[in-house]
């Protein structure tokens, strides 16, 4: 599974380019940045995490698209979050306290991932405050979409769900099966048809 | 409502430990930090954050315990989270991205907070590489947070949302009017009488 990163120095400028919204680093910075992680490719239907197991990573995808998802106690299938080209992902509270992992994510299709262990995320942190900076940032933003995403599900109407995940989610909306949005919204696969609809 | 710092000089030391157990900092550092700081007190009811309203602050709890809520499209109030002593809470999206409030944060009981404002927050994270750590591993705290009352929030059994409450704020468990309890876990009060007898 794991490729030699030279093989994606292409790639990489995806990670590059984030982190230079955010901070400003030379290419060497970045080259000595970049060598603490490791490159995956997974395929559709493929886990980056499984439930129970220990979590070394946090992913950085450079292509794909996965899922999170929560499994109750009864069995059902209960979708966390989506990530997405130059999103993060990974079970948080298994990475940041070592863990095992709560939630399972998959590949909703093939999948590139650069994995940063957090080891290698405290020794960067440590190295260069700017990159202490761009992951708090980073951390800030992922608040706001836990916290919309509890806001979300507490919100009683299917319609208001849907709005909410097309404005998260602009570029999802088409491209994933409809069983897994209707999932994500907890509602029918027949409401979400009619969520779909124009005029509603 | 707001009153001078010196007066709670014993207070702050709250604040001082809890930096202490992520960064070295020396006391005059700590006194430069706390300066970006304003104290308030609230009274039991009152709010600290109004939906709709512009967000300047976060707040360290130093005493009282408040929560946060969400008002749905049809009236009905959802509890999101609850901050004690030593806490933080604002509604991070409107605090980070000058946004209005999506969220209400009121007062259980008589509540004195230390106010610092994204401005200051952003300052002292600049001038400070270990203050930029603490608030960025105060952040990855609030992200498992979130990331747990996300999966409490689909736990299909009360009595698991129970044991998580009970595990997330074991000081509360007595604290809180159980009507208060019960609106947290989405539970009648009924229900929750008998989670809280023993042999559930």
Redesign the interface.
């Known amino acids: 599974m794991m490729k030699d990163l030279n093989v994606n120095l292409d790639m990489s400028k995806i990670l590059r380019e984030q982190l230079r919204n955010y901070i400003d680093i030379t290419d060497v910075e970045f080259d000595y940045i970049l060598s603490h992680f490791s490159f995956k490719k997974f395929k559709k239907h493929q886990f980056l995490i499984q439930e129970g197991q220990f979590v070394l990573n946090d992913y950085f995808l450079l292509s794909g698209c996965v899922k999170s998802y ?1 499994t ?3 069995g ?1 299938i ?1 979708i ?1 979050l989506f990530a997405i080209q130059d999103w993060w992902i990974t ?3 298994a990475y ?2 070592h863990k095992n992992a ?2 399972n994510i998959d590949c909703l299709e093939d999948t590139e991932v650069l994995c940063l262990s957090n080891e290698n995320r405290e020794k960067l ?1 440590r190295e260069f ?1 700017q990159v ?2 761009f ?2 940032k980073k ?2 933003r ?3 979409a ?6 979300s ?5 299917a319609k ?1 769900r849907y709005e909410k995940f097309v404005q998260d989610y602009p570029s999802l909306v088409q491209k994933l099966p409809k069983h897994i949005v209707a999932a994500y919204l907890g509602v029918t696969r027949e409401t979400l048809s009619r969520l779909y609809a124009p005029n509603n």
Chains 1, 2 share one sequence.
């Open positions: 929560y109750d106690e009864i059902k209960h966390l079970d948080y509270e940041y306290y709560k939630v942190c405050h202490e900076h992951f708090r951390t800030n992922r608040n706001v836990l916290q919309n995403r509890i806001l599900l507490l919100s009683s109407s208001e």
